[in-house]
Structures are given as structure tokens and as C-alpha cells.
């Protein structure tokens, strides 16, 4: 196989090729030394002489397929990865050739939003990731690198926390969406014994064992959160999760259960739950990260590895406890209250808005952020609805796409919109939005309007889960215990947005895609 390049493109403009050496480093191939081919690659990038040297990489995959790889990994300052995409915060998105980038086979498409460049990959994105670490040699944190100097500023100051809450939430998604599916079916299942056996199983050691599996994360969220968000502020994880682990100890936990003054160097502190919160916590891990930087700035070099972490822990313990705790916990209890007074004004308007516009701000990968509102409404109440109506808008994509295949006489088009239908109700919902809906546009006006019936309607019947879950048929059971009213809304509310959208779609139909423009 031959790969003709011409180089001369890829320079910058006003550089010439002959001032520099020019080198090719190809890497990867269909071999096992595949991985370690990356590495050394990776490795090369990083040390080589970019002043001596044109650097061009060419890459071999696992199929044998050739690839040009255009760009510097110095560019990329930090990359993470939630259920369908890689999300790249960049130095300078401007050197980014996306049009290149999004016809890349396996991308479905490349959104630019929250200061982030988000690539959609689909249920494939963790192993593309794993790639991604090895090529870049585990080096995306380049906090402490001379380029973060020029780095351009670009948007305001909502969407960077909008953003910074997306980076510490993200990661605890899948512990999350685990333990939501556990506590599901151990609501099912003890629900069956108490009604058909009249058997409370809830005390059977294995229930027991099971629940707590169920429960930890949210219990000890604190710590998990303290090792998220120290990953995203830059300060050390370890110190982070022990201020987390203070938060969560017997101890702790029964000062604040006392009926009595608890009182810290002779100062009152606001009694407070600090399992399962989430507020404290990030506020305590941001402070600590101005903290550690000061501290490494003043104390000398050679008790700096036992002085900062010491001086760490003895200033953040009763700050937290005194003063940023406190805070979280009011501003937790507010945004809950906000929410609440939304869904007490009208559930049913709250229901529609939800499920008809989720799925659009999955387009934008803007959905993320809140997330945490039904993270804090699970700690605060034990219970959430927001994801209910979220689930009403991933049904109706799932329907729409399936309108698609039903519809469409494009056979490489139906097999894209039947395949993105079937990962919408597993709750993957990229796939049908790209590949079809958005793509053709009348479904995606279809699903949306499908998906706030269908979120109306578990408004209007109380629909709530017990758990932190993803929205698709295996997490159904975690609706059961929301009542018979409110577990049939959510159900009837699944099956109109559904069928409601492949229908409407079938009906009002779309601009079909000729066999030979696909």
C-alpha cells in the first residue's frame, strides 16, 4: 500500500521544507507490539526537536488501514470521555481540521459546545479512548507546560462552569448508572415477595449486601467526588479524597446527629449530613487547589512533601467544616427548592419541556451539566424525576429512527436508523440523533414533539425513580416503586414516545436519501 502526501499543505504558512529536516514516523500496525509501537511514537513526539525537524505521522491500524495523523498533541490540555464521546478541552481549537475530523470512520459527527470539542463516537468511545491514552503516552494534563501561557480564553464564565461540573460529574456516570440498575432490582424483586409471598426480604443478608453495593456511591459520593474534582482543579487526589473520607467518618456522622452544640477550636458549626452531598465537597476541593499552590509556593522544598499535605489537611478540615460546608449544603438545598418549585407549578409543563428538549441538548452535549440536579434531588430526596422525562426524549429518538427504517427506501439508510433505534432503548441515543434523525430533520421535529407528551404524561402521574440511572428499558425497574399511578405514567409515557414518534415520523415523512448520494 502507497501513501502519497503532499507535504507542502500541511506546513505553516510562510514555513519552508527545506529549513527543516523532514521525518516520517509510521507506527502501530497489524502486529501485538501494536500498543508499544504507540508509545514509543508518543514518546518521539514529545522529545523530538520541533525546531529541527517536520514532524508528519502516519499511523497503521489494527485492520492494516493507513492514516495521516495532522495536528500536535501539545494542542490537546485535557480529554475525558462520557458514554458516546470524546470530549477535548483545547488549547486552540482554531488548529482543528474538522471537516477532516468528522469523516474519520467511526465518528459520527464532531460538535463544538462548552468550550469543549466534543467528537461522537457511540458505545465504541472507551476503547477509542484507551487508544487515545496510549497514543498520547498519558500526557493530556499539561497544567504545568509553558503553552498553557498562550492559551486562548474563549467563552464566559457560565459555560466554564457548566463545563467544570460536566468534567467532575462525568466520570461517576457509570458507578452511577451500576448502582441505579442494582437498586431497581432489588426494589422489584422485594416488591414480588411482600405482594405474592407477603415476605419482606429486606432483612435477608443478601438483600442487605446487595442494598449496600447499591447505596455506597451515593454514601460515600463525597470521597469519589473529592478525587473527580481534584482531577479537574489540579490539586493532589489523595488529600482531596481524605477530606472527603472527614466528611463521611462514624465519627463526624454522629457529632452532627447529636442533639447538642458541636463546636470546633470553640466555634459553633452548622450541623449537616455530609453523606451523599455533593455541593460541599467540590466548593472544599476548589479552595484546596489555591491552598496546595500557595502552600508549595512558601514552604521550602525539603519538607514540602510532609508540610503541604499536613498544612492541607489541618486548614481545609475546619474550613470545610466551618464555612464551605455549610455553604454547599445552602446552595444544594436552594437549587433543590428551585427545582421542586418548578415541578410543583406544573409537572406537567416540567414533564413536556424535559422530555421534548433533552434530546436537543444532547446535540450540543450540553445535557451533561445537569446531570447533577438529579444527583442532588436522589441525596436531598431520595428520589428523582428529572431522568423520567429525560427517558420520555430518548424513547422517541429510538421511535423516530425506527419511523426512519420503516419508511426510508435507502437500504444503507435503514440499517443506520434500525441500528440507532435499538441503542436509544438501551439509552445511547447518538447514533439515532446523527445518523438519521437530526440528519433527515423531520423525525427529529417528530421525536421531540413525541418525547414531551411522553414527558407530560409522567408530569402529570407522578412518575419518580430511587436511583441515578440511564434512561432505556433495562433501567425501567428503577421506576417501580414510584407508586402504580406513577410507574404506569412512566410506562405509558415510554410507549407514546416510542410509538407516538415512529408513527408520526412514518406519516409526515422526510426527504429520503438516494442510494446513490449515501
Not at 110 to 119: G, N
Not at 439 to 458: D, H, N, Y
Not at 480 to 500: D, T
Request: aromatic share 10%; hydrophobic share 45%.
Amino acid at each position: 500500500m502507497h501513501i502519497m502526501v503532499n507535504i507542502n499543505k500541511y506546513l505553516k504558512k510562510g514555513e519552508h521544507i527545506m529549513s527543516k529536516i523532514n521525518v516520517a514516523l509510521i507506527f502501530g500496525g497489524k502486529s501485538g507490539e501494536h500498543e508499544v509501537s504507540l508509545l514509543s511514537t508518543a514518546s518521539i513526539c514529545k522529545h523530538i526537536n520541533r525546531d529541527k525537524y517536520n514532524v508528519f505521522t502516519i499511523g497503521i491500524t489494527k485492520e492494516g488501514r493507513w492514516m495521516f495523523y495532522d495536528g500536535n498533541e501539545e494542542n490537546i490540555k485535557d480529554v475525558i470521555h462520557c458514554h458516546t464521546r470524546l470530549r477535548f478541552s483545547l488549547i486552540d481549537s482554531d488548529k482543528v481540521n474538522k471537516d477532516n475530523l468528522s469523516k474519520i470512520e467511526g465518528v459520527i459527527t464532531v460538535v463544538e459546545s462548552m468550550d469543549q470539542l466534543q467528537v461522537v463516537i457511540g458505545s465504541n468511545v472507551d476503547k477509542v479512548y484507551k487508544e487515545l491514552e496510549k497514543m498520547l503516552g498519558k500526557t493530556t494534563d499539561v497544567s504545568n507546560n509553558e503553552v498553557l501561557k498562550n492559551e486562548k480564553t474563549k467563552g464566559n464564565s457560565f459555560n466554564k462552569a457548566l463545563t467544570t461540573m460536566a468534567q467532575i460529574f462525568t466520570p461517576t456516570i457509570y458507578a452511577l448508572a451500576g448502582s441505579g440498575m442494582i437498586k431497581g432490582i432489588l426494589a422489584v424483586v422485594s416488591m414480588y415477595y411482600l405482594n405474592v409471598h407477603n415476605i419482606d426480604i429486606k432483612q435477608n443478608d443478601t438483600y442487605v449486601i446487595l442494598s449496600a453495593a447499591s447505596d455506597a456511591v451515593f454514601y460515600f459520593f463525597p470521597i469519589i467526588l473529592g478525587y473527580t474534582s481534584a482531577k479537574v482543579f489540579k490539586t493532589h487526589e489523595i488529600i482531596s479524597m481524605v477530606l472527603g473520607a472527614t466528611l463521611c467518618y462514624p465519627g463526624i456522622v454522629a457529632l452532627m446527629a447529636e442533639d447538642r452544640v458541636v463546636t470546633l477550636f470553640n466555634i459553633n458549626i452548622t450541623k449537616a449530613s455530609y453523606t451523599s452531598s455533593v455541593i460541599p465537597i467540590i466548593i472544599a476541593i476548589w479552595v484546596l487547589s489555591y491552598v496546595e499552590r500557595f502552600l508549595k509556593k512558601v514552604i521550602p522544598d525539603v519538607i514540602e512533601m510532609i508540610m503541604v499535605p499536613t498544612l492541607s489537611i489541618l486548614i481545609m478540615v475546619p474550613a470545610t467544616l466551618l464555612v464551605f460546608g455549610p455553604i454547599g449544603i445552602y446552595i444544594g438545598n436552594g437549587v433543590n427548592w428551585l427545582y421542586q418549585l418548578l415541578i410543583n407549578f406544573s409537572p406537567i409543563l416540567c414533564g413536556a419541556f424535559i422530555g421534548g428538549m433533552w434530546c436537543v441538548l444532547v446535540i450540543f452535549g450540553a445535557h451533561r451539566p445537569i446531570l447533577p440536579i438529579a444527583i442532588n434531588d436522589i441525596a436531598q430526596n431520595g428520589r428523582q424525576n428529572l431522568l423520567a422525562f429525560a427517558g420520555a426524549a430518548n424513547f422517541s429518538q429510538a421511535g423516530a429512527a425506527m419511523g426512519v427504517f420503516l419508511k426510508s427506501k435507502n437500504k444503507s439508510l435503514k440499517t443506520v436508523a434500525l441500528s440507532g433505534s435499538i441503542t436509544a432503548l438501551f439509552g445511547i441515543t447518538e447514533p439515532a440523533i446523527y445518523g438519521a434523525n437530526l440528519r433527515l430533520k423531520k423525525p427529529m421535529i417528530c421525536a421531540v414533539i413525541c418525547g414531551a407528551i411522553g414527558g407530560g404524561i409522567m408530569g402529570y402521574g407522578g412518575a419518580f425513580g430511587i436511583a441515578f440511572a440511564n434512561q432505556g428499558i433495562l433501567t425501567i425497574p428503577v421506576y417501580a416503586q414510584a407508586g402504580v399511578k406513577g410507574f404506569l405514567s412512566y410506562l405509558i409515557g415510554c410507549l407514546v414516545a416510542f410509538f407516538g414518534s415512529a408513527i408520526l415520523t412514518y406519516i409526515v415523512g422526510f426527504n429520503d436519501i438516494e442510494e446513490k448520494d449515501n
